[in-house]
């Protein structure tokens, strides 16, 4: 078959039509039901004790949006289609980002550990030593002053031992004060001076517009190992402190089940709100789960348990939502509920 000058047109149009609709960024990103995955693989305590059930680590999966999937996603029940501006911080970056939560995620396993070995009774150092910079805001004071990895040991003259030690002393402060802050970069201590500038979308709140963790230095035994990979953000907490429990108590805490849940968990093991919890519930659901931990927030109207309730009803599933306020709710919860038949 011969092409003519106009079917090499059409192949052509139609190329850059499908490339343009599979393959081109809009600045729109994407929630999404994620997985449901067993901890067992992800968690593993030295000598630790085996359960016939699976506590399950659950997430949120989020793109960019093509042209095709922004359709689909206009289609499909619990896919949720936000600005891109509105999903990624003014002056940071994807990668800066999503390196950001990677961070967040390392914190969150460390206060997962301490709530559950400090639970278990077994042997737990904890070292401070001061607030590790994850990234910085462009634009905002801080910007050309501090990077990410420095660490902030002091500001004032004052000793910063955790992160909130540095968020309470600046809400103190008002916009145009200067702090001088004591920093370690390269293993060199320096002082940087820094104004402070209220936020532009907040402009009751002011800082410098750096994001923070605390910088612990957390020994165990046994050693405790986390292999979740290019999973970011706090949300797992409360289901690594779980998991981690269960390995290192000798009762099987599962009762046989597939235990799923949300929720970012501080080192008093408070379980605190979390975003995309009713994609965490189709998640869970299509993955078999028989429980699903949500935070209770106090019993708040529009907590995550609440959400996560309504989901659960709206799609039809037998998994039972628990509301949970704290690691001991979920604790207690497991320890009383029948071992499955």
Known sequence: MRFSKKHIIYLVVIVVLAYFLSAYKLPYY?????????????VEVDDGYRSEGDMHLVTVSGLQATPIQYVWAKVLSYNE????????????????YMHAQ??????????????????????????????????????????GK??????????????????????????KKQANDTVALDVVRE??????????????????????????????????NPEVHFSS?????????????????????????????????TGEVDYSGNVLRIGGIDKKIVAADKEGCDIFFAPNENGAKDSNYQLAKKTAEDIGTDMKVIPVDTFDDAIDYLQNMEQKQ
């Open 102 to 143: 990677l961070q967040v995620m390392e914190s969150s396993q460390e206060a997962a550990t301490v709530v559950a070995y400090e639970a278990a009774d077994k042997d737990i150092t904890i070292d401070y030593k001061g607030v590790y910079v994850v990234s910085v805001v462009e634009g905002m004071p801080a910007d």
């Open 229 to 261: 990979g290019s999973i970011g953000g706090p949300s797992a907490g409360l289901m690594f402190s779980l998991e981690i429990y269960d390995q290192l108590t000798e009762k099987d805490l599962t009762g046989g089940y597939q235990i799923a849940g």
């Open 30 to 42: 994407i929630y999404k039901p994620g997985g449901a995955d067993a901890l067992n693989p992800i």
């Open 146 to 171: 501090l990077k990410a990895g420095d660490r902030i040991i002091g500001i004032d003259g004052n000793e910063i031992k955790e992160a909130d030690d540095l968020t309470d002393y600046i809400d």
């Open 187 to 220: 293993e060199k201590e320096r002082t940087e001076e820094i104004t402070l500038e209220a936020f532009s979308d907040q402009e009751d709140k002011i800082g410098m517009g750096i994001q923070l963790v605390t910088d612990r230095s957390v020994s165990v």
């Open 81 to 96: 289609i936000l600005p891109i501006d509105q999903v990624f911080p003014e002056g940071i970056s994807q990668d800066d």
